[in-house]
């Protein structure tokens, strides 16, 4: 008896480890969006043609059409924001303007 607890209690990790082992896009976008938030998520989707709405819960609103916005979101976050997370941001051909949650808005170029 105590063995097939043990067999089944290795199988259901084994599950759960493998389960975890391989991120979605839609894991990196959900991730990504804690820390551009820097507080809790209140809305999360993400349509058929990749793009993702983020609403956090103070108010803080992100529209991303790719997976490279998102990675450019994050950086700007690390990089200029120090982590505190994004307030707004929007892209332009040309530039990223954004603001940080301490209220810090720049505008940088895209080359």
């Known amino acids: 008896m105590m063995k097939t ?14 389960g975890c082992a391989s991120n979605t896009k839609e894991d990196n976008y959900r991730e990504a969006s804690f820390e551009l938030c820097n507080t809790d998520v209140k809305v999360y989707s993400l349509d058929n043609a990749g793009r993702v709405r983020i609403v956090c819960a103070d108010g803080s609103k992100f529209a991303l059409k790719s997976e490279d916005t998102l990675e450019v979101m994050r950086g700007i976050n690390i990089d200029y924001c120090d982590g505190e997370g994004l307030g707004k941001f929007t892209e332009s051909e040309s530039y990223y303007l954004f603001k940080c949650k301490s209220g810090t808005t720049l505008s940088i170029s895209k080359d």
Not at 10 to 18: F, K, P
């Open 5 to 18: 607890a043990t067999i089944w209690g290795i199988i259901g990790l084994s599950v759960t480890l493998a």
